[in-house]
């Protein structure tokens, strides 16, 4: 099945336009998907590498459904171009990255950058970092501990947020969780040869 037949990008937040969504085949198991802008004079190509085949194990399905749940839904504004999930619970986190890693969607070794935001906590801003550093395996340095006064319940360790701004990632990851809604078997990327 041809994950992206007549799909196009989420609408630009500024303009209202959609590009529609082309592949091109690195090899067996790799693609590139990508959109090419008009906005400009130049045609401009934004590309992502992805797995050609995307294997829907018991464990990449349950990250589907924990994104869904505990992920950011809307695309209203901006946000349509970030991947985005909120939880309190390291291990819930942690096997939601290794079902992107696994799938090879989302690749641990190229999460980069201050991802991690920390909120709602009671402990100290040291105390948070290390704990979710520790728990979730990532560098320190990649941790934002953000308390505001907002009113919210507040506990412990508090709530970690992991904000990857991909544009391709979240609308591939929308359309693979549309897809199996209406009953894909395997999803594949691109069309053979």
């Not at 998907?33 to 590309?47: A, C, G, H, L, N």
């Not at 991802?115 to 801003?125: M, T, W």
């Not at 040291?126 to 550093?133: H, L, R, T």
């Amino acid at each position: 099945m041809d994950l992206l037949k007549e799909e196009y990008t989420y609408p630009n937040w500024s303009s209202g336009m959609k590009y529609k969504l082309e592949t091109e085949i690195i090899n067996e198991e790799e693609i590139y998907v990508f959109y090419y802008s008009t906005k400009t004079i130049m045609k401009k190509r934004f590309q992502r590498k992805f797995p050609r085949y995307i294997y829907l194990t018991p464990g990449f399905c349950w990250g589907l459904g924990f994104f869904k749940g505990e992920g950011l839904n809307s695309i209203r504004g901006t946000s349509y171009r970030r991947f985005i999930i909120t939880n309190k619970s390291p291990t819930c986190l942690n096997k939601f990255l290794d079902e992107l890693n696994n799938s090879k969607l989302l690749l641990k070794s190229a999460i980069k950058g201050k991802c991690f935001q920390i909120h709602h906590f009671l402990n100290s801003a040291d105390e948070v970092v290390n704990y979710w550093s520790n728990k979730l395996n990532f560098p320190k340095k990649m941790f934002s501990p953000l308390n505001y006064d907002d009113g919210f319940k507040k506990e412990g360790n508090g709530v970690c947020h992991f904000d990857k701004g991909d544009v391709l990632l979240r609308r591939i990851f929308d359309i693979i969780n549309n897809k199996i809604i209406t009953g894909a078997k395997t999803p594949q990327l691109t069309s053979a040869g």
